[in-house]
């Protein structure tokens, strides 16, 4: 069965989802977009999601198409019309369609479209085995603050890495880990920190790194927001991940070095647990 979309004011399904060759998106991924988690049928942490949304799109001077308000009920519209119990709701904002030119469109009304995934994010294999992770060069742009649709870097650091048989990429620029293609990244010392690059230019303001590390300080744990090598990455405890669609995930292999022992850690695996049970009882931030 096809899926219920959204385009521009009208649900369609996904077959007759179109978009003008014309959008700025397409031309010059001129748009910014947010993937919000699903579980039990309800958004999670969506507020900051769109909080996040309004920030990408300040930053690009693009007006919003919608009020949150209107947002979230689209959002969960497609919800209810696809029966989504667990998954993503993808949404994209554009500059909308115009002549191609570098120069932004003058009363050129912003486009959005929205979509949902189905995926067993909390039953992930993943969270049994760890992710096997390998570095690549970070080849993307000077601000990864903004959420674009500009994306091709990173996935061909992902496709890297499945190629080689990994299971995803951890970015580095000189010797300092940035992010993960499409995650924020963590090292757990052996005293206990966790250590994840700070906020700034450089990476993407995760919604679940926010999160995460909120639960992880009410839980005692020490956090040092700032850049870390590779080679601490090597010597560390434990690794992990987090996204809206992995939670928290732990690494155990980079550029096919165990990390630790070589299985998921316990920190990693506790603010899971955590970030779960808060995300299912309706309860987080
Ligand atoms: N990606 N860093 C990058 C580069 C990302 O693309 C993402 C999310 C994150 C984590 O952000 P959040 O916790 O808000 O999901 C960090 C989404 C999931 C994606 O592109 O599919």
Redesign the pocket.
């Known amino acids: 069965m096809s899926r219920i979309t959204y385009v521009n004011g009208a649900y369609l399904p996904e077959e007759k989802a179109k978009i003008s060759i014309f959008d700025r998106g397409f031309l010059f991924a001129d748009g910014v977009y947010e ?1 919000s988690s699903v579980l039990n049928g309800k958004l999670i942490d969506n507020t900051a ?1 769109l909080a996040r949304l309004h920030r990408s799109l300040n930053e690009l001077a693009m007006a919003a198409p919608a009020s949150d308000d209107e947002i979230t009920a689209i959002q969960e519209e497609l919800i209810k019309r696809n029966n989504l119990k667990e998954g993503v709701v993808y949404l994209q904002v554009t500059r909308g369609a115009a002549d191609r030119s570098f120069t932004y469109p003058v009363n050129t009304p912003s486009s959005l479209v929205m979509f949902t995934q189905e995926h067993d994010l909390i039953d992930n294999p993943k969270t049994q085995t760890g992710l096997s992770v390998i570095t690549v060069p970070d080849m993307r742009w000077g601000r ?1 603050d903004i959420k674009t649709v500009q994306l091709l870097a ?1 996935s061909m650091a992902k496709q890297a890495a499945i190629d080689v048989g990994a299971d995803d990429a951890w970015l580095i620029e000189g010797d300092v880990i940035t ?6 990244t963590y090292i757990v010392t052996h005293d206990g920190t966790i250590v994840t690059q700070h906020l700034g230019h450089k ?2 303001s ?4 926010q999160a995460v590390l909120t639960l992880a300080k009410e839980d005692d744990i020490i956090i040092e927001e700032r850049p870390f090598t590779l080679d601490e990455a090597l010597q560390a405890t434990e690794a992990f991940v ?4 992995t939670f928290v995930l732990p690494v155990v292999r980079i550029n096919g070095t165990d990390i630790g022992n070589g299985k998921p850690g316990r920190i990693a695996h506790k603010l899971r647990q955590i970030y779960l049970d808060k995300a299912l009882n309706g309860t987080l931030a």
């Open positions: 993937v999601h990864r990173a992010e993960g293609t499409s995650n924020n990476i993407l995760g919604i679940t790194r987090t996204s809206a669609s």
